[in-house]
T-cell receptor
Framework: DGGITQSPKYLFRKEGQNVTLSCEQN?????MYWYRQDPGQGLRLIYY???????QKGDIAEGYSVSREKKESFPLTVTSAQKNPTAFYLC??????????????FGPGTRLTVL | DQQVKQNSPSLSVQEGRISILNCDYT??????FLWYKKYPAEGPTFLIS?????DKNEDGRFTVFLNKSAKHLSLHIVPSQPGDSAVYFC????????????FGTGTRLTIIP
C-alpha cells in the first residue's frame, strides 16, 4: 500500500527534552512538509523540503529542525527551544511540481504532549 | 495576516440537504485552491480542487465554485450524509510559491440525521 506513515500516534515528553517525530512515504513524492495544528486553528507550515538534502523554513520554524537525507523520510525534531510544543503534528508529501497541481497528501498525524 | 479565511467555525445541516462551506482569500497570487476533510485525530484527506482558470469543478456530490473577482470560493455537498460530518479546510497555493499551501482555520460541519 502506498502512503505516508507517521509514528508514533501519541507521544509524551518531559519539558526540556528534544523529541523526533518520524515521517515516511512510499509514494515516490519529491516534496515533503511538516505542519502543526492547534485547536481552532488551521494547519501552519513548519518546514518543507522539495528535494533530498534541501529544506526551507515555513511560517513557524523556530524551535524545530528537520533533515532530508532520503527521499522517503523527513523527520522533525521538536527542540527544547520550542515554547509551546504540545500540538498535533502532520506530515504531508506531494509529487515534484512539474505540473501545476500542488495537491498534498497527509499522514495520520502524531499527537505530542509535553508534560 | 490570515490570507485564507473561513469565517464560519461551524455549520449544521440536515441529512439530505445541501451543505455550503465558504472560504475567502486576500492574496491575488493564489491560483489553485483545494478543499480537505479532516476527522478528529486523523490527517486531512484531499477532497476536490480548482484552478483559477475555472469557475467550477464537480466530483460526485462535491462541487467547488470559484469567484475570482470576489476572491471567494465555496464547497457544495449535496446531498449531505452523516459521514460528511467533519472539519473542512480550504487551502490555497500561489503561483511561484514553491507549491506551499496556505490553510484556513476550518469549518466544522455537522450533519443532523
Amino acid at each position: 500500500d502506498g502512503g505516508i506513515t507517521q509514528s508514533p500516534k501519541y507521544l509524551f515528553r518531559k519539558e526540556g527534552q528534544n523529541v523526533t517525530l518520524s515521517c515516511e512515504q512510499n509514494l515516490n513524492h519529491d516534496a515533503m512538509y511538516w505542519y502543526r495544528q492547534d485547536p481552532g486553528q488551521g494547519l501552519r507550515l513548519i518546514y518543507y523540503s522539495q528535494i533530498v538534502n534541501d529544506f526551507q523554513k515555513g511560517d513557524i520554524a523556530e524551535g524545530y529542525s528537520v533533515s532530508r537525507e532520503k527521499k522517503e523520510s523527513f523527520p522533525l525534531t521538536v527542540t527544547s527551544a520550542q515554547k509551546n510544543p504540545t500540538a498535533f503534528y502532520l506530515c504531508a508529501s506531494s509529487p515534484q511540481p512539474r505540473v501545476r497541481i500542488p495537491t498534498q497528501y497527509f499522514g495520520p498525524g502524531t499527537r505530542l504532549t509535553v508534560l | 495576516d490570515q490570507q485564507v479565511k473561513q469565517n464560519s467555525p461551524s455549520l449544521s445541516v440536515q441529512e439530505g440537504r445541501i451543505s455550503i462551506l465558504n472560504c475567502d482569500y486576500t492574496n491575488s497570487m493564489f491560483d489553485y485552491f483545494l478543499w480537505y476533510k479532516k476527522y478528529p485525530a486523523e490527517g486531512p484527506t484531499f477532497l476536490i480542487s480548482i484552478s483559477s482558470i475555472k469557475d467550477k469543478n464537480e466530483d460526485g456530490r462535491f462541487t467547488v465554485f470559484l469567484n475570482k473577482s470576489a476572491k471567494h470560493l465555496s464547497l457544495h455537498i449535496v446531498p449531505s450524509q452523516p459521514g460528511d460530518s467533519a472539519v473542512y479546510f480550504c487551502a490555497a497555493s500561489a503561483i511561484f510559491g514553491n507549491e506551499k499551501l496556505t490553510f484556513g482555520t476550518g469549518t466544522r460541519l455537522t450533519i443532523i440525521p
